[in-house]
């Protein structure tokens, strides 16, 4: 049972994640190159995408996992289940990775992207050859920050069904007073936290020292 709810967790996670940095990664990039001084400057757009993430991120999740049911309905055909959780997981996470690649994007050199522009780089080869290079160390940082933010979230998708640790721990921990469950469900996801944390530090140093 503890074996099949881990496999449940790890298996909406990674699907979420890869969505989420599929979709965030790109509107990060956006953000940054349409910002004040950007190489793509459009205060219009920036303005636009800015306002969209922020109300995203504003939204608990909670909330979000309830009152996107329709669109999980309509993407999965139900709103029960692994599959159907990786729906809220997904839509959560993706201004999440936006500003986390914001932020990673931010911190690259200006200098180096302004030797760039002037050896006449376009704006895809300043992003591919420049930004996203530089800020390999912080990326990384940010998927797995986001990785351990969605393990989280996952186990508030088991409140409603969602599957996985969260949902082992409520029917069988919390709802049949097995403290026993709730305790091993709890030392798996500190154990699966600190390992994905410990991944994450040692990719993120290897890639610092290139």
Do not use: C
């Amino acid at each position: 049972m503890l074996t099949q709810s881990l496999k449940e967790t790890v298996y909406m996670v990674g699907i979420s994640v890869a969505l989420a940095e599929l979709i965030g990664i790109p509107l990060g990039v956006i953000l940054v190159i349409t910002a004040k001084d950007g190489i793509a400057e459009n205060p219009w757009l920036n303005r636009l995408l800015s306002a969209i993430v922020n109300i995203a991120r504003s939204i608990p999740f909670i909330i979000l996992l309830v009152a996107i049911i329709p669109f999980t309905r309509m993407v999965v055909g139900t709103s029960i289940g692994t599959a159907a959780a990786t729906v809220p997981l997904t839509v959560a996470a993706i201004p999440f990775v936006a500003r986390v690649v914001e932020t990673a994007l931010n911190e690259v050199d200006p200098g180096v992207v302004e030797a760039a522009a002037s050896m006449g780089a376009s704006t895809w080869q300043v992003i591919t050859k420049v930004l996203l290079p530089e800020a390999r160390p912080s990326l990384a940082a940010g998927v797995t920050l986001t990785t351990i933010n969605l393990i989280g979230y996952s186990a508030m998708a088991g409140a409603v069904g969602g599957g996985g640790l969260g949902d082992l721990a409520i029917r069988y921990g919390y709802q049949r007073f097995r403290g026993d469950i709730m305790f091993l469900t709890v030392l798996v996801l500190v154990l699966l936290v600190q390992l994905l944390q410990m991944v994450g530090d040692i990719i993120v140093a290897r890639l610092s020292h290139k």
